[in-house]
């Protein structure tokens, strides 16, 4: 059983930055490729960004290019989002996601990721 446990969030003004862990249990965290999702009140889930089994690959959604930076350290079993400039429209709940996927290029998609988060608020003041 493979469980994920985001922290970080909180509330910033606009422009201001956080920083996301995604803690994830067990000894295999190398073989699952990681994304962040988030969900703002009364819209759908939607992809923020995601990464490769070693780190070395990095997938963004356009509205977060430029601003978010994921990475992960295999030996702390931890995947982080780095945000930056963050907007109001950033507001939503950020879920983090595993998936052992073998795969190049890690999926973008919710309904292909297999473990999930309990997710953590971000809340940005304009």
């Known amino acids: 059983q493979v469980q994920l446990v985001e922290s970080g969030g909180g509330l910033v003004q606009a422009g201001g930055s956080l920083r996301l862990s995604c803690a994830v249990s067990g000894r295999t965290f190398s073989r699952y490729v990681m994304g962040w999702f988030r969900q703002a009140p009364g819209k759908e889930r939607e992809f923020v960004a995601a990464?490769?089994?070693?780190?070395?690959?990095?997938y963004y959604a356009d509205s977060g290019k430029g601003r978010f930076t994921i990475s992960r350290d295999n030996t702390k079993n931890t995947v982080y989002l780095q945000m930056n400039s963050l907007k109001a429209e950033d507001t939503a709940v950020y879920y983090c996601a595993a998936d052992p996927y073998a795969g190049v290029v890690p999926p973008t998609r919710p309904e292909d990721y297999e473990y999930w988060g309990q997710g953590t608020q971000v809340t940005v003041s304009s």
């Open positions: 990464i490769g089994l070693s780190g070395g690959s990095t």
